[in-house]
């Protein structure tokens, strides 16, 4: 079945370096999304990336999504304490629901 | 406030009982989806709705139910078939389940301990 991977599973950082997460699916998506969830809370929204080669951003982070639309990538740029989190990438199925990446967990050393 | 409230936060039920947790919205999305997130993993779906009175099954639905009767109320039921039900559970919702912009809106979820 469909399948949305994403690397690395945990990432630790010094505060300041840059962080990048990547997100693989085995068909084509027609949008990716991008979720944040803090430790303890829920999934939030980020962003939606629809178009082929698109590339969004959002303060310090930056979202891109592939050419053939089947990968994408979060970008960090000088993490801060408050990027804590797990990301989640998710893509639609063709049955109504996201099919969600397993996650990658950021740590961030003060 | 508008959003998905989901009660109680923290439960805790003896072995060999059911339980069923709330999940409400008042966004007026046609879509509801239960999540199960087990400690260090991922989003796994359990059931989701896309309109009332219809859902489906998802990736881990065996020793769980729903009903979906009303489009702001979407309830899940642990039974005692579940065979490792301590876990956080998230219910969220969507304007729609398919096409573009379709984002999911996360309640704050349920933490779940069968002892």
Not at chain 1, 34 to 48: A, D, E, N, T
Not at chain 2, 54 to 61: V, W
Request: with cysteine; hydrophobic share 30%.
């Amino acid at each position: 079945g469909q399948q949305v991977m994403q690397i690395p599973q945990y990432q630790h950082v010094q505060e300041g370096e840059d962080f990048t997460t990547y997100c693989n699916s085995s068909t084509t998506l027609s949008n990716i999304q991008w979720y944040k969830q803090r430790p303890g809370g829920h999934p939030v929204f980020l962003i939606q990336l629809v178009k082929s080669g698109e590339v969004k951003k959002q303060k310090r982070l930056t979202f891109q999504f592939g050419e053939a639309k089947k990968n994408s990538s979060l970008h960090i740029t000088a993490t801060q304490t408050t990027d804590v989190g797990t990301y989640f990438c998710a893509g639609p199925s063709n049955t109504g629901k996201l099919i969600f990446g397993q996650g990658t967990t950021l740590q961030v050393k003060p | 406030d508008g959003g998905i409230t989901q009660s109680p936060k923290y439960l805790f039920r003896k072995e060999g009982q059911n339980v069923t947790l709330s999940c409400e919205q008042n966004l007026n999305h046609d879509a509801m989806y239960w999540y199960r997130q087990d400690p260090g993993q991922g989003l796994r779906l359990i059931y989701y709705s896309q309109i009332v009175n219809d859902f489906q099954k998802g990736d881990i639905a065996e020793g769980y139910s729903v009903s979906r009767e009303k489009k702001e109320s979407f309830p899940l039921t642990v039974t005692s078939a579940q065979k490792n039900p301590t876990a956080f559970y998230l219910c969220a919702s969507s304007i729609s389940a398919g096409g573009n912009y379709n984002e999911q809106f996360f309640g704050p979820g349920t933490r779940l301990t069968v002892l």
